[in-house]
């Protein structure tokens, strides 16, 4: 796993510079934005400070499985709501409007949380969607809609876990 530092400029809107003071929680959304890339993502961060939105991520994971840091995971990112204070975000991009990620993102995805979860001396327990703060629903394909019920939804994000424990445990995941 390769995590390119590409952080945003210090500014009020989406890089505060203030210091979380625990870490407790690692937030997994999705873009939002079908078949944008990670630094298209990144560079809308960057220009937040010019429009005055509030808005950013720790992360972005790309669609072929490139990792941006945009704002270091120590420092408060503007992602997940009340959660911004105790939790690392990750941005994940999609190719298509469904949300559902490549495989090459989602096991960049499983590398980079099971790094985080080990640094922050958390387990998979600790993993949270953005839908598990605000009932957003995001990451699209792992929350309750009206085409997938939360059963589904919570399988979904279950299997997610479990691949994360898995590469904790040493093992590799290959797909989503």
Request: hydrophobic residues 30%; proline residues 3%; positive net charge.
């Amino acid at each position: 796993m390769t995590i390119t530092n590409n952080y945003l400029t210090p500014n009020q809107y989406s890089r505060p510079c203030t210091k979380r003071t625990r870490t407790t929680k690692v937030a997994v959304h999705y873009v939002g934005n079908p078949n944008t890339s990670a630094l298209a993502n990144r560079n809308y961060f960057e220009n937040c400070k010019d429009t005055h939105k509030y808005v950013s991520s720790n992360y972005i994971v790309g669609l072929i499985g490139e990792i941006i840091c945009c704002v270091p995971d120590e420092e408060i990112a503007y992602c997940t709501n009340q959660a911004n204070s105790y939790s690392v975000s990750i941005e994940v991009c999609h190719r298509k409007k469904d949300g559902v990620f490549a495989d090459c993102t989602y096991v960049s995805l499983c590398e980079l949380c099971s790094m985080l979860v080990k640094k922050y001396k958390l387990t998979v327990d600790d993993l949270i969607r953005h839908y598990d703060v605000t009932q957003k629903q995001c990451p699209l394909a792992w929350s309750p809609t009206k085409y997938q019920s939360e059963a589904v939804a919570t399988a979904r994000w279950n299997r997610f876990k479990q691949d994360v424990q898995t590469i904790m445990n040493g093992g590799k995941v290959t797909r989503n």
